[in-house]
């Protein structure tokens, strides 16, 4: 066994070091930058709304929201499997896959957008262990709820 190279040490400070600077980075101060404050959703309104915002990157979606859109999709994913199972190949859950890839996308993107994070911070989900760690918490973490700048500008008129 040799030693551990240069190479080796620049590798695994990309993998630790990269997004523990996007996780450790506080979001901007003040009012939330992403638009108005979501309102909470039962599971109907969720994946309504989820299929309704097909690719709209804008806005906030709530945790109530993100998380039942991802219920429904955990679900239909079941079925697709087992029917896939049943028919012998993988077609149908690879379409259905395809599918939803965008609007998941786009509803992690308004998720983050709700506690005042930008949506690219989704790209930290694949350097395990930091920055899927971060993205689970974030997930679940409390809206900010300091409302857009149109509605604190009001407040003052």
């Known amino acids: ?15 630790l070091g990269l997004p523990l600077l996007f996780v450790l980075r506080a979001p ?3 009012a939330n930058r992403f638009g ?9 309104e969720a994946t309504s709304s ?30 697709m499997v087992v029917i ?8 149908i859950s690879s379409i259905w896959n395809l599918a939803v890839l965008v609007p998941s996308l786009a509803i992690t993107a308004r998720r983050l957008h709700d506690i005042n994070r930008s ?3 989704q ?19 409390k ?3 300091t409302g857009s700048l149109n509605e604190i500008q009001n407040v003052f008129r």
């Open 119 to 121: 949506g690219w911070h």
């Open 84 to 91: 896939d199972a049943v028919v012998g190949n993988e077609i």
């Open 28 to 30: 901007p101060a003040g």
């Open 50 to 79: 989820f299929f309704r915002n097909y690719a709209n990157f804008s806005g906030r979606a709530s945790r109530s929201a993100f998380w039942y859109a991802y219920l429904f999709l955990f679900i239909v994913g079941i079925v």
């Open 1 to 15: 066994m040799g030693s551990f190279s240069i190479w080796h040490w620049l590798i695994v400070l990309v993998l």
């Open 143 to 145: 809206s900010d709820q």
């Open 123 to 141: 790209l930290l989900a694949p350097l395990f262990p930091i920055g899927t760690i971060a993205l689970l918490i974030w997930y679940c973490k």
């Open 36 to 44: 108005d404050t979501s309102l909470p959703m039962g599971f109907g």
